[in-house]
């Protein structure tokens, strides 16, 4: 089953097996999250290209990544980002980081989001991080409803759905223990997409999932 989202931050060259673990593992990957630079970079990158090719050729959905900044960074930067993802690595879809959770900012990401259509992001992501207004529910296939640490993840209270049951719901985890189920917690939550790392600290996204992270599939 494709449940897990993978935002694996790392450069091909230096974890070439880490990112070979995540090709292998395509019919469980819901999509990959590419960010060569916290977004395309200024150059297209010969490693990222490549592990875009293989990653679209096994199918899996390919997510150009672009910080928003809660809604402080220009639209016209953000889908500038997104369309190099597009021409440089074949994205079929957008990553959109730092989403507001409040209804105030919905008109604006409205306005992002059909100009991230209009460049051919057929998936659109929305990290909010936290339960948002059930308003963005209407331009997102996925809505990042946690993003934390394993220790308040446990601890997190139930949340009211946002929005219908067309939209998929995702939570990002770190900081967790080997011998924690954070699939389970996740379906049990609501959360049809998932992942949960190891890593901790100011990059957690420098490591693989759990599911993935194995000897037999990283030597």
């Known amino acids: 089953m494709s449940t897990l989202l993978v935002p694996y931050y790392e450069h091909p060259s230096v974890r070439p097996a880490e990112w070979d673990a995540i090709v292998a ?4 990957l819901y999509g990959v999250v590419l960010n060569p630079a916290s977004g395309p970079g200024d150059r297209p990158d010969p490693a990222f290209t490549e592990v875009a090719a293989r990653l679209r050729a096994e199918g899996v959905r390919v997510l150009g990544y672009a910080d928003t900044d809660y809604g402080r960074r220009a639209a016209t930067d953000v889908v500038r980002d997104l369309t190099r993802h597009r021409d440089w690595y074949g994205t079929d879809g957008a990553f959109l980081d730092q989403v507001p959770s409040g209804p105030e900012e ?16 057929a998936t659109l992501v929305l990290n909010h ?27 997190l209270p139930p949340q009211p759905r946002p929005g219908g049951t067309d939209v998929r719901l995702c939570h990002l985890v770190y900081d967790v223990p080997p011998d924690a189920d954070p699939e389970g917690l996740a379906r049990a939550r609501g959360a049809a997409v998932h992942c949960a790392v190891p890593g901790a600290g100011d990059h957690p996204w420098g490591t693989l999932p759990y599911t993935l992270h194995r000897p037999e599939n990283t030597s």
């Open 106 to 121: 919905f008109e604006h990401y409205q306005k992002l989001a059909v100009a991230a259509w209009g460049v051919g992001c």
């Open 129 to 155: 991080g936290t339960a948002p207004h059930p308003c963005y529910a209407r331009i997102a296939d996925v809505l990042v409803t946690f993003e934390g640490p394993w220790a308040a993840y446990r601890a």
């Open 25 to 28: 593992a395509a019919p469980r």
